[in-house]
C-alpha cells in the first residue's frame, strides 16, 4: 500500500475518532429505546413491543418516523426563537462531554498509535464538568418560552435539582483528583491499573457520583422536572415532532455520558486487571480491539442499572429530594473527601 493511501486511512480512522462522541448516542439509543421498553415490560409482568417486526425489534425505528412525519407545531403563546433553540442547548453538551473520554488505549495502523480519545485535555475533569452543567440551560429555556405553567415549574424543578446535585458529583470526583494527581481522564485510567480500580478506595464517592449522576439526567427516582402524575409532561409538555426528539435524545446522551464516567473515573475505565502485561503476549490487532470492547462492556452494564433502577424504584417527593441532595449526599461526598485525605497521609496508597 503506498504512502499516500496509509496517511489517507489514519486521517480516515482519526476523523472517526473525533467525530464518535456524536455518532456513538445517536447509534445506541435506538437499541436503548428498545431495551428500556423490553425490561420495563419485563418488570410489570407485560409483553412490550412486539408488533413491529421480530420481537417488536423494529419498534424504535417505527419510533423515529413517528418523530420525523409528525407536524411540528410551536404554541402560538410561545416564545418562538427560544422554544426553537431549547431543544439544542440540551442535546448539544451531552453529545460533546464524550470528547474527552478515552474509549480505549491505542490502535496501532501501518505502524503509528493512534489515540481512542477525541480530544485528550489536561483538564478533561473540567471540560466534562463545564459541559454538563450547560444541559440545565436547555431545560429551564424550554420551561420559560413554552409559556405554560406545567413547563414552567418543571422547568424550576430541574435548575433547583441542578444545583443540588451537581455540588455532590463535583465534590465526589475530589476524591479521584486527589488519588490520581491529575485533571485529565486518561490519566486517571492508567492510574487504575492491575486492579487498583479507585471504587476500592472511594466506595463513598463511587455511590455518591452514581446517584448524583441519576440526578443529573433526570431519570427515576430523580424525575421531578418531568413528573407525568404531576406535571403533564414537565418542561417538554409543549413540545413534539422532533424537537421533542431531540430533548429525548438529550437524555439518553447524558446516560451514556454519566455511565461512561462512573466507568472512567472509578472501574478503572478500558483497562482489565494487569492487561498491560498479559496484552504484549497477543496479536496486535486483538490487543487493540480489547480495551474498546471492555469500556463498551463496562458502559452498557452501568445503562443497564439505569434501567433498571428506573423501573424499580418510585419516584421521590420534591422535599424529600431536596433534603437527601443536601442532608445526605453533600455530607457524604464531604465526608469522602476527608477519607482520601486520610489515606493519602497514612501512606496507604
Not at 424543578?157 to 475530589?174: C, D, F, K, P, T
Not at 437524555?251 to 492487561?275: C, D, H, K, N, R
Amino acid at each position: 500500500m503506498s504512502d499516500a493511501l496509509q496517511t489517507g486511512v489514519v486521517w480516515a480512522i482519526q476523523a472517526l475518532i473525533i467525530l464518535a462522541p456524536g455518532l456513538i448516542p445517536l447509534a445506541i439509543v435506538p437499541g436503548l429505546v428498545y431495551v428500556e421498553r423490553r425490561m420495563s415490560a419485563f418488570i410489570q409482568d407485560r409483553i412490550g413491543p412486539n408488533r413491529v417486526g421480530p420481537l417488536g425489534l423494529l419498534q424504535p425505528v417505527a419510533d423515529a418516523l413517528k418523530f420525523i412525519f409528525k407536524e411540528d407545531i410551536v404554541p402560538p403563546h410561545a416564545h418562538r426563537w427560544l422554544y426553537i433553540l431549547a431543544p439544542a442547548f440540551a442535546a448539544v453538551p451531552a453529545l460533546c462531554t464524550l470528547a474527552v473520554v478515552p474509549l480505549g488505549h491505542t490502535l496501532h495502523v501501518f505502524g503509528r498509535e493512534i489515540a481512542l480519545i477525541a480530544a485528550d485535555v489536561n483538564v478533561g475533569i473540567l471540560v466534562v464538568f463545564g459541559l454538563t452543567s450547560l444541559g440545565v440551560y436547555g431545560i429551564v429555556l424550554a420551561g420559560w418560552a413554552s409559556n405554560n405553567k406545567y413547563s414552567l415549574l418543571g422547568g424550576l424543578r430541574s435548575s433547583a435539582q441542578m444545583i443540588s446535585y451537581e455540588l455532590s458529583l463535583g465534590l465526589s470526583v475530589i476524591g479521584v483528583i486527589m488519588l490520581a494527581g491529575s485533571l485529565r481522564l486518561t490519566d486517571i485510567v492508567m492510574m487504575q491499573d492491575k486492579l487498583n480500580w479507585f471504587v476500592f478506595l472511594q466506595p463513598i464517592g463511587a455511590i455518591v457520583f452514581l446517584i448524583a449522576s441519576y440526578a443529573e439526567t433526570n431519570r427515576l427516582p430523580f424525575d421531578l422536572p418531568e413528573a407525568e402524575t404531576e406535571l403533564v409532561a414537565g418542561y417538554h409538555t409543549e413540545y413534539g415532532s422532533m424537537k421533542f426528539a431531540l430533548f429525548f435524545l438529550g437524555e439518553y446522551a447524558a446516560m451514556i455520558t454519566a455511565s461512561a464516567l462512573t466507568v472512567t473515573l472509578f472501574f478503572g475505565g478500558w483497562q482489565l486487571p494487569y492487561y498491560l502485561e498479559w496484552s504484549r503476549h497477543l496479536p496486535q490487532l486483538l490487543a487493540d480491539l480489547i480495551p474498546p470492547a471492555v469500556f463498551a462492556f463496562k458502559t452498557l452494564f452501568f445503562l443497564f442499572l439505569m434501567i433498571w433502577v428506573r423501573w424499580t424504584f418510585p419516584r421521590f417527593r420534591y422535599d424529600q429530594l431536596m433534603d437527601f441532595g443536601w442532608k445526605v449526599m453533600l455530607p457524604a461526598a464531604l465526608l469522602n473527601i476527608a477519607w482520601t485525605a486520610v489515606i493519602i497521609l497514612a501512606g496507604w496508597v
